[in-house]
């Protein structure tokens, strides 16, 4: 912001914003001396001109290689296809072997279904709060 106030490229709201403040601080105000100063060395200094070889001259090409091959072109993408109908064929076929009940089966074990009541708890000891029923 301090150049661009040195150049007067700020708005004048900004002008008279920053103005007021150089005049009461003494560190900003030091700074702005600073950079003029600055500013006033690098004006005075002269002008060199650039040497005749600091352009570096192209060559011109007899021949336009030909352009590179995007990885997005077709032909990395003919792998990738193949690749993934293998994969799908595969899928499909531990599928069907799998619906089919070639790949076998569990052997045959009794499950019982059905049954409403719970499994009895076997409980050790009293539990607590319980009060022992003594015969009278």
Not at 13 to 23: C, G, L, N, S, V
Request: charged fraction near 15%; hydrophobic fraction near 50%; include cysteine.
């Amino acid at each position: 912001m301090i150049s661009s106030y040195l150049d007067s490229a700020l708005s004048n709201k900004d002008m008279e914003q920053i103005d007021f403040h150089i005049a009461s601080c003494d560190f900003c105000a030091q700074e702005i001396d600073e950079f003029r100063a600055v500013v006033g060395v690098l004006r005075a200094m002269p002008t060199v001109p650039a040497p005749r070889n600091f352009v570096i001259p192209v060559p011109a090409r007899s021949w336009i290689p030909e352009p590179s091959r995007s990885w997005w072109s077709p032909a990395p993408l003919l792998g990738l296809r193949a690749a993934a109908a293998g994969a799908a064929i595969a899928l499909a076929v531990v599928f069907a072997g799998d619906l089919s009940g070639a790949l076998g089966s569990a052997p045959d074990v009794p499950i019982q279904v059905g049954r409403t009541e719970p499994a009895p708890l076997i409980i050790s000891g009293t539990p607590a709060g319980a009060e022992k029923s003594v015969p009278v």
